[in-house]
């Protein structure tokens, strides 16, 4: 016989300063501290998009700062416990290299952590292309700009759920 234990705890801390192997065709030198011209910004210097994902939709302001996320009022690291969570919603920063360089003050509504954490990242994804239009090549070949459109079929009349049925018997 033959017994395996494993016995995994593994700690993830979530570092701010992310760093990225460089990007041959997408270097990032210098973020700029200030939105591209035509861009639409509030009275205080932001970027606002919106993201959704399944019944989640988020709005999302991103400025220039130090790389203070909150979500809903709340602190990102009480808001996603999950380093899983926290990694997605900083996808589009990690990718375009700019952690650390902008605020994000995010606002969602509806779903579940999983579209609320997507939601966001559609939405931060968006506001960094508005900020910079350079950053649209990169962020759209790794995916981020694309809305998720799959969402949960609804049930049908006569059937347990959307395509499950009662067990079918002969006699």
């Not at 292309?129 to 759209?140: I, M, T, V």
Request: charged share 25%.
């Amino acid at each position: 016989t033959h017994t395996h234990t494993h016995t995994h705890t593994q700690t993830h801390t979530l570092s701010l300063t992310h760093a990225r192997p460089p990007d041959s065709q997408f270097q990032v030198d210098q973020v700029s501290p200030t939105p591209a011209e035509g861009c639409a910004v509030d009275g205080r210097g932001r970027v606002f998009a919106i993201g959704r994902r399944k019944s989640s939709s988020a709005q999302v302001w991103l400025s220039a700062g130090d790389g203070k996320v909150t979500v809903n009022g709340r602190a990102f690291q009480d808001y996603f416990p999950t380093w899983h969570m926290r990694q997605r919603v900083l996808a589009p920063l990690w990718d375009t290299d700019t952690i650390g360089a902008f605020d994000v003050h995010a606002t969602v509504a509806g779903g579940g952590t999983t579209g609320q954490s997507d939601a966001i990242k559609l939405g931060v994804a968006r506001a960094l292309q508005q900020w910079d239009p350079g950053f649209r090549p990169l962020l759209k070949r790794e995916g981020h700009l694309t809305r998720d459109s799959r969402v949960v079929e609804e049930k049908k009349a006569g059937l347990k759920k959307a395509r499950k049925a009662k067990t079918w018997v002969k006699r």
